[in-house]
């Protein structure tokens, strides 16, 4: 048992693993950006698609697709997800054929993710209290996005690529061998969908 | 080593066996903190899925079908004479169903008036999911069922007004006061207005959509002019009109 154990702590804090869930998530990430992506174009090319509501639509009668969060720099936020989601799978199969990056760059990747989970929840809070729509792929996007934020918060503090305080960095440390950031990221999961089936249960399974 | 030195060295050992110590005590709570936080987590979760899903969520009783309504099931506006039937497909929270009305009401009016066109309604519901839980789209087609039940000539005025004053999309939509007042306002009795609330013809409604799935209707609004889908422009007047116009000829 405790063999065990120590060896899923041991894969758990391995590149293989750690960049393995990295470059899996992107690509479902990079995956509902394109979904998006396309949606958002044809809507953009068919005048009458989204003059309709249509039950097969991937964005709900064009609710989400329309609303001004949706396209907040002036083109689709999709668009966003397409431009930097290849870079994260560059980073992740790169570091799973060995490359290790300069400190630097870990750090600024993880700058500029942050940015970009920033935004995908600010997305997710608009989606559920303010456009009052669900869209699979939008969540896809936020689960996917935390995902790859949890395990390049994880190497980038393994590595002590962040540039903290002795202190801070030593206790950071200190919950990553514990794998409190484990349990942080299935507390994370669990309270989105919580607010999942708080926001749209009877929707769900109505 | 002196005996002093031995102390101290001794004291530091202790000092940092203890040091290890509140750090692994404290890691415990951590993790039992989380544990306890992931159950209440789980428990929850579950709690709300059980409690959703035994909701009566869906339109509930049994099917009442209202009086009045076409051989194919819609809800007929206008003179059953006219030579022209006008299928609607619509959802009362479709906002291009709103902007159609906009479109081609005055028109419509015209039409029905002149006995030129009768309209044959059928409302959708598909839409529910877009107004916070509160199923607008049911309420709605449910109190336009209501009238087309009890007091026929006001379908279309109802129709009209419920449009007029369309909630947007993802908001809880209007209260079932509001829709009563729209319906007293548009000459519906108080008597049948009040009828709303009773929801008989929610399970209608829920029909009404499932029929217009199976008959392969992919969105709303889609209009139908003799049975055959309008493929023009929906959102000005006019398009329809000719439409309209050209079919009574060709059936006179």
């Known amino acids: ?24 998530s992107s690509c479902l990430s990079l995956l509902a950006s394109f979904v998006l992506s396309v949606e958002a174009v ?26 001004w969060q949706s396209h907040l720099f002036g083109f689709p936020n999709a668009f966003l997800g397409l431009i930097a989601e290849p870079v994260v799978i560059t980073l992740a199969v790169a570091s799973l054929a060995g490359v290790r990056f300069p400190r630097g760059f870990m750090f600024a990747a993880q700058v500029v993710y942050t940015v970009g989970l920033v935004f995908a929840y600010w997305l997710l809070y608009q989606s559920m209290f303010h456009i009052g729509a669900l869209c699979p792929w939008c969540l896809l996007v936020t689960v996917s996005t935390t995902l790859v934020f949890s395990t390049l918060t994880h190497v980038n503090i393994r590595d002590r690529n962040l540039f903290l ?23 994370w999961m669990l309270v989105l ?14 | 080593m002196s005996k002093q030195a031995r102390i101290r060295a001794h004291e530091v050992r202790l000092a940092q066996e203890r040091a290890e110590q509140r750090r692994r005590n404290r890691i415990r709570v951590a993790v039992g903190a989380g544990g306890v ?13 059980f409690t959703s899903a035994s909701k009566d969520a869906g ?39 709103g902007r159609f009305e906009q479109a081609n009401a005055g028109e419509l009016d015209r039409l029905i008036q002149a006995g030129t066109v009768k309209l ?34 006001s379908v279309w005025a109802l ?18 006061q509001r829709i009563v007042a729209l319906a007293v306002e548009a000459g519906v009795t108080q008597e049948v207005a009040d009828a709303f609330d009773a929801g008989i013809f929610k399970a209608w409604a829920a029909k009404s959509n499932d029929d217009a799935f199976k008959a392969g209707i992919e969105g709303t609004p889609t209009v139908k002019i003799n049975g055959k889908v309008f493929a023009g422009n929906l959102y000005t007047a006019g398009p329809l009109t000719e439409a309209i116009e050209q079919a009574a000829g060709g059936a006179k």
């Open chain 1, 1 to 24: 048992m405790a063999g065990l154990l120590g060896r899923l702590h041991r894969i758990r804090h391995a590149n293989a693993w750690l960049f393995t869930t990295m470059l899996v």
């Open chain 1, 42 to 67: 044809t809507l953009a090319a068919d005048p009458n698609a989204n003059l309709s509501c249509n039950i097969n639509s991937v964005i709900s009668c064009g609710t989400v697709g329309s609303a």
């Open chain 1, 165 to 187: 305080p002795p202190r801070v960095q030593a206790a950071l440390s200190t919950m990553i061998r514990a794998n409190l950031d484990l349990m942080v990221v299935v507390i």
């Open chain 1, 193 to 206: 969908v919580l607010a999942i089936v708080v926001k749209y249960g009877d929707r769900l399974f109505g």
């Open chain 2, 37 to 49: 936080v992931i159950a209440g987590l789980l428990v929850a979760i579950i709690a709300v899925v």
């Open chain 2, 59 to 97: 339109p509930s009783g049994k099917l009442v079908t209202p009086a009045n309504l076409t051989a194919s099931g819609a809800i007929p506006v206008g003179s059953a004479t006219a030579p022209v039937t006008l299928e609607i497909y619509l959802d009362f929270m479709c906002p291009a169903c």
């Open chain 2, 120 to 153: 044959e309604l059928r409302p959708m519901t598909f839409l529910d999911k877009t107004s916070q839980g509160t199923r607008y789209s049911t309420r709605a087609a449910n109190a336009l069922a209501t009238v087309a039940d009890r007091a026929p000539g």
């Open chain 2, 159 to 176: 129709s009209k007004a419920l449009y007029a004053n369309q909630p947007q999309e993802g908001t809880p939509g209007l209260s079932d």
